[in-house]
């Protein structure tokens, strides 16, 4: 992987990771494009873009990860406990599910439920829970129960989760929140495990690549949560859900 790769991947993975829009399946296509091959040294650096994603998390909500917020926490490990058990149990059908045609669809199925929830979507309801640490213990369960369809490539982990909180009751804003907090327990999972098995490749890796791309990801995720929420404070979700259509109709018109 040269160091072009992994600028551009990393801001990739910066970008994607937090919006409704699949960060797994923009990687997947980008890597297509540059002609990088899925390899262990490729996992790797993954590894490292994904641990900066964390990173950026963990920037912008210092002020969640205290004791004092222990309630909100127990929320968003309840809404991690759903994704975390199907994923560990079916992990080798997940894998069997990786190809440009189940992303495009999932793009395109995505982008349709996002139009169809904010058609009937009612921002002035003022049982709307606009703070996270309001959110109730069953609305975490459903949220969770939602982001386990993150699990098939192209449905993105950020849009099931948001999905999930507006149909429970949540402003935009808080959803996006609870999606980014939620981001936490789960990529921190997969980074373990991922770091557990491919921990000896990162002696043969380009060190200065890695080290670029942890940078580059770390700044861009940062940068995103920001931004995201500052959208989400004049617009809906309805641009997502047009992106995600139009971008799984030209998958499928390229990769067909």
Known sequence: MTIYDSIILGVIEGF????????????????????????????AYEVIIQFAAILA????????????KIDLWKKIFLAFLPIGFVGFIFSHQIKELF??????????????IFLVVEKFYI???????????????????WI????????????????STIIGA??????????????????????????AHDLLKYYHEFSGANIEALGVGFVIAFIVAYLTIKLFLKFLEKF???????????????LLTIFN
């Open 16 to 43: 994607t990771e937090f919006l409704p829009i699949s960060s797994t399946g923009h990687m997947i296509v980008a890597s297509k494009f540059l002609g990088i091959e899925q390899t262990s040294v490729t996992k």
């Open 57 to 68: 998390v963990i920037f912008n909500y210092k002020d969640k990860f205290t004791l004092e």
């Open 99 to 112: 190809s440009i045609n189940i992303v495009a669809i999932m793009f395109i199925i995505g982008g349709i």
């Open 123 to 141: 921002p002035n309801e003022e049982k709307l829970i606009d703070n996270v640490e309001e959110v109730t213990f069953k609305q975490s369960m």
């Open 144 to 159: 969770g129960i939602a982001q386990v369809f993150a699990l098939i490539p192209g449905t993105s982990r950020a849009g």
């Open 166 to 191: 507006l149909l429970v009751g949540l402003s935009r804003k808080a959803s996006a929140e609870f999606s980014f907090l939620l981001a936490f327990p789960v990529m921190s999972a997969v980074t």
């Open 236 to 250: 809906t979700f309805v641009a997502f859900g047009v992106y995600r259509i139009l971008f799984g109709i030209i």
